[in-house]
């Protein structure tokens, strides 16, 4: 199954009858898929007249009570920046998926990795996060289609899928997980009519008294610790006497297993960590990684975005090089074993 | 004793911030009213916008929810997909409804999206302290056109009813005003038929009304309701602009 196709059916078997999208290059197999499936299973596909008005659809959807979904990809994403700012501030769940393109502005329609920041730091005004997966694998893509919803239930907060075009393509035999051995989430907080049995919910992100604001934001900020001590996913192999290791996630780490191989195969010391959570990042495993090695890589399809988390973690243990291609171009194998043997030297 | 006014129960037991002789509280109590003779405040859902009704999520007495500037008709539109069954309004001013959120409003006009729509219009900002509005009238002094809004500076202003009219989707739209007893009567029946349009699924209904500023027109209410009849009604004509049951029209 194509990449996009697979988030789209995964969302479907996960229990979401709530998409509201707008097409933009290269997701919209996405809403074109939840176009046909959604009338046929009692569920809501709408085309909205912009990402804006879409991510507010999925902001009303989420704070009723259900599981709500949109997709896009990086010029989009920007313009719902502002509406996963308010779903991050009145706590709702939901999941974005952006299947990232080259930027800035237009920029291409081919694969890129430039949009890590703006998943990772925010994107949106004010202190919130996302959980943001970055799958590499159609399999993985569809898995973490299911977690995204779960883990947006669980913590009531935005997750995002975070893939590239090449994922979205890209096809590869899967299978889905049952829905049935999932956890159910009791949402006593949506807006679902009071029935005239209980006081009024309200869906509200203002506070207009700054104690109040802070002590609301701190709370948050409570929730985000335990998701960085918890829900951290990552993928690792040759650590354990590595001289060199290189970090990449998503498409990228695909071709960085190839170089590594190679790397291997000529007898340098070379291991990889991939994330899978991009937040929550795995620091912990950099940072015991950094002291142990003589240095670290990043490969992205950016200008170096997450070597800044890279670095951090690592905090000057060990130097940490980036390599990247971006603009769209995917880097080679070959690209990448260059580095790798440039820094064993 | 016999009971002969008291608080609807639509409406919560707390004070307004609204300023004297505001419209807002009129409408809100409009809209409670309307909310309790119909019976459906278990099951009405309110969208509050940003501006002066911000707190809209405070004064109602039903579940509610806070939109970001202009998004009301999206988030209502979430709202009602997520839950057909329940009643939906949006409660939105002049900024929010004709300017920064044009975009949201007419589609979910074109969808003939099932909710109902309470557009205070009072030509200019409230809550940021009186800028000019989409629907600020030509002439009209702000602090945003603190010569008064020019034609070829700042164009023309927007009228909504009329607009919206032009489209398919919606079932209902009428533009009322509440500077009389008598049109606080005619737009509170709107209301209700707007209201009463949702539960018969009949589609997208808008209320336009017109409504006081004196804080930021600088006037004091009674001079405000002058100011409103001899200025916004020439410009903004009351009646019904829209009706797929056959009402009168403009």
Redesign the interface.
């Known amino acids: 199954m194509k990449g996009n196709e697979a988030i789209a059916e995964a969302a479907i078997r996960a229990n979401c009858r709530h998409f509201f999208g707008y097409p933009i290059t290269p997701q919209t197999e996405i809403s074109a898929y939840m176009a046909k499936r959604m009338p046929k299973i009692g569920g809501t596909f709408l085309q909205a007249e912009s990402e804006v008005a879409a991510i507010n659809m999925v902001y009303g959807a989420a704070g009723a009570g259900v599981r709500a979904m949109t997709s896009s990809s990086s010029p989009g994403i920007s313009l719902k920046a502002e509406g996963l700012s308010y779903i991050a501030g009145a706590d709702l769940p939901c999941v974005v998926v952006n299947i990232v393109r080259a930027g800035p502005g237009l920029g291409g329609i081919q694969p890129a990795q430039s949009d890590y920041f703006q998943a990772v730091k925010g994107g949106g005004h004010g202190d919130y996060k996302m959980i943001v997966l970055a799958p590499s694998s159609i399999q993985e893509t569809v898995d973490s289609t299911f977690d995204a919803f779960d883990l947006a239930d669980k913590y009531r907060m935005p997750v995002m899928i975070l893939g590239d075009g090449m994922l979205g393509q890209m096809m590869e035999p899967i299978s889905f997980p049952d829905s049935a051995d999932r956890p159910t989430y009791d949402k006593d907080w949506a807006t679902t009519g009071t029935k005239n049995k209980r006081r009024a919910n309200v869906i509200n992100s203002l506070y207009i008294q700054p104690e109040e604001l802070e002590q609301v934001i701190w709370a948050r900020e409570e929730k985000y610790r335990e998701i960085e001590k918890t829900e951290v996913k990552y993928e690792s192999e040759g650590l354990g006497d590595a001289d060199v290791v290189v970090v990449a996630y998503g498409t990228t780490a695909r071709v960085v297993k190839a170089a590594v191989k190679a790397a291997a195969d000529e007898g340098i010391k070379v291991g990889l960590i991939r994330p899978v959570t991009l937040w929550p990042f795995p620091s912990e495993i950099i940072a015991k990684t950094a002291k142990n090695v003589k240095a670290m890589l990043s490969v992205e399809m950016s200008t170096g975005q997450m070597v800044e988390d890279i670095r951090l973690a690592a905090n000057g243990a060990c130097p940490v090089a980036f390599y990247g291609r971006t603009g769209g171009v995917i880097p080679t194998p070959d690209g990448i074993l260059e580095q790798i043997r440039r820094m064993v030297i | 004793m016999e009971i002969v006014f008291q608080r609807p129960k639509a409406l ?1 037991d707390v004070p307004f911030h609204y300023c004297s002789g505001c419209s807002h509280g009129i409408v809100h109590r409009l809209v409670a009213e309307v909310i309790d003779e119909l019976d459906i ?5 309110g ?1 509050a916008p940003v501006g002066c009704s ?1 707190f809209a ?2 004064y ?9 500037h202009g ?1 009301a008709p ?10 057909p069954d ?1 009643i939906v309004f949006t409660y939105q001013g002049d900024g929010d409804l004709a300017a920064i959120g044009t ?2 409003t ?2 979910a006009a074109a969808r003939g999206e099932n909710i109902t729509v309470i557009f205070i219009n009072n030509a200019i900002y409230g809550m940021t302290g009186g800028q000019m509005a989409p629907t600020t009238l030509v002439g009209q002094v702000t602090q945003t056109s603190p010569y008064g809004r020019k034609i070829e500076a700042q164009g023309y202003p927007i009228r909504m009813s009329e607009m919206l009219a032009t489209l398919e989707g919606p079932s209902f739209i009428k533009r009322c005003s509440v500077d009389s007893v008598k049109n606080i009567n005619d737009t509170k029946n709107a209301i209700k038929k707007a209201f009463q349009n949702q539960m018969d699924k009949k589609g997208f209904s808008m209320v336009e009304i017109l409504s006081t500023c004196p804080t930021n027109w600088g006037l004091s209410p009674v001079e405000s309701l002058g100011w409103l009849r001899e200025n916004m009604i020439p410009h903004y004509p009351l009646g019904v602009y829209k009706d797929i049951d056959g009402g009168e029209k403009v």
């Open positions: 919560a405040a278990g099951d009405t859902i969208v911000v999520y405070n109602f007495n039903v579940d509610m929810q806070q939109a970001a998004r999206a988030v209502a539109t979430g709202v009602k997909r997520a839950n329940n975009a949201e007419v589609h």
